[in-house]
């Protein structure tokens, strides 16, 4: 096609413009790093920062009806008082609302005397306010809880609660009433260590969630640690609790789902059982290397934490060190304790 030179120079001409355009555009908003958020909504309560209003969090506790109070020691003579305080969201009752399991644990001292303490599920409301529906649910005391995983394990719907402890998990099949029943024993996912994370994921693919258990420190009432008697128990020249250095540390385990209400415990078999003996904090299930099959990690305090691959055969290769998630750049382990996901 023939075109008049200066037409042709003047259609370069704006199509160069638009492209400076479009590349300045994809800069700036490069630079910018993301989109301009939408306003919050109209009564939030908000204040303005760079002429933009950013939202506020208010504490809504008392507003919502929420009363639990966690149980602590100032004292903190033993690493087991340190710990504990997890807390659940799930919509037990399937009504579109999440609701609220907070674990509660008592004190070494009150676990010494046979006190327990109590957890407590509040139902939503749907208007901002919650009420305490622990006893009917039958979920009060289940242990010396520490958290816990929420997950559907017998794929009826409702979504069920384990809750990790010192000493013994208890699993709590959702009856889909209001109420809960104890199934740890015919489940026989108690485990019986120093629990402290869990989660819920079907590594084998066959619809049924597996669970998966992180365990820290091998902690026994009955021999407890004596506070500041020795090097681990000293910060500087200061009395501290011993621990999770000094003390020794609780294998893991990976519980298989069968499908009809038991697990069977193939920790060992699948290679995320923890010979070393790491301080385990928390875990999680995610799909690191997009095979379609949820991955492992877990969380290790003050110890090397653990990336398992799931190899799609029932067994896991542990590549913490290699892939850079087991210490920190320096090569220092680390006081890991909790785990967030995102892409
Ligand atoms: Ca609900
Ligand atoms: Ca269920
Ligand atoms: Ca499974």
New binding site residues.
């Given amino acids: 096609m023939n075109q008049p030179k200066s037409s042709r120079s003047l259609a370069t001409l704006t199509i160069s413009i638009w492209a400076l355009v479009l590349q300045l555009a994809i800069v700036s908003w490069a630079q910018g790093g993301h989109p301009i958020p939408p306003p919050p909504p109209l009564g939030a309560k908000t204040i303005q920062c760079h002429d933009r209003p950013i939202p506020q969090l208010e504490d809504v506790t008392e507003k919502a009806g929420i009363h639990f109070v966690h149980i602590s020691t100032p004292e903190q003579k033993y690493i087991l008082d340190s710990m504990s305080g997890g807390v659940l969201l799930l919509?037990?009752?399937?009504?579109?609302?999440?609701?609220i399991y907070f674990t509660g644990a008592p004190t070494v001292e009150m676990a010494l005397k046979g006190e327990k303490s109590r957890g407590a599920l509040y139902?939503?409301n749907h208007d901002g306010t919650f009420t305490d529906v622990t006893d009917k649910a039958g979920i009060a005391t289940p242990c010396f809880a520490m958290g816990g995983a929420v997950g559907d394990y017998n794929n009826d719907g409702w979504p069920d609660i384990y809750v990790t402890c010192f000493g013994g998990n208890v699993l709590y099949r959702n009856n889909g009433d209001g109420t809960f029943t104890d199934v740890t024993a015919k489940a026989g996912v108690a485990d019986g260590r120093w629990s402290t994370g869990a989660a819920f994921g079907d590594y084998d693919g066959d619809g049924f969630l597996d669970l998966m258990v992180s365990n820290y420190v091998d902690f026994h009432l009955d021999h407890l640690p004596p506070f500041g008697t020795n090097s681990t128990c000293k910060f500087e020249e200061l009395d501290v609790q011993c621990g999770p250095r000094g003390l020794r540390g609780s294998g893991d385990s990976l519980f298989h789902n069968n499908g009809d209400g038991t697990f069977t415990d193939v920790s060992k078999r699948a290679g995320v059982d923890d010979p070393n003996g790491y301080f385990g904090m928390s875990v999680v299930w995610a799909d690191f290397n997009n095979t379609g099959r949820p991955d492992i990690y877990v969380a290790d305090d003050s110890t090397p934490s653990y990336l398992y691959r799931n190899d799609g055969d029932g067994k896991f290769t542990e590549m913490g060190l290699e892939s850079g998630t087991a210490v920190n750049g320096d090569g220092a382990e680390q006081a890991s304790m909790g785990i967030a996901i995102g892409d």
């Fill in positions: 919509d037990y009752d399937r009504d579109g609302w999440l609701d139902h939503n």
